[in-house]
């Protein structure tokens, strides 16, 4: 059974920068599309990023310009470095494949964005 952790979350000021991993306990990356995922408060789960196994990404409008998704295939991980933070940005952020895969979402990390 796949297992991804995420990690980096954390308390931010606006402007700020955090970069987010994902990693998997086996390796999945050499043929999955990964995607970062996040869900604030009240609100449904979004897609983000994502970058699949050639390394094309793509991104949501609100974070395009700010974020970018990489992948490491050799160490099983996924990254989401966020610049420019906003408020809006506030959310617990989740990896997955793309589309995804129930069975495989984590407990996510807390990204709070905040003076």
């Known amino acids: 059974q796949v297992q991804l952790v995420e990690s980096g979350g954390g308390l931010v000021q606006p402007g700020g920068s955090l970069r987010l991993s994902c990693a998997a306990s086996r390796s999945i990356f050499s043929i999955d599309t990964m995607g970062w995922y996040r869900q604030a408060p009240g609100k449904q789960r979004e897609l983000v990023a994502y970058i699949n196994s050639g390394g094309s990404t793509n991104y949501a409008d609100s974070v395009k310009g700010r974020f970018t998704i990489s992948r490491d295939n050799a160490k099983n991980t996924v990254y989401l470095q966020m610049n420019s933070l906003k408020p809006e940005d506030t959310a617990v952020y989740y990896c997955?494949?793309?589309?995804?895969?129930?069975?495989?979402w984590g407990r996510g990390t807390l990204v709070t964005v905040s003076s």
């Open positions: 997955n494949t793309r589309p995804i895969r129930v069975n495989l």
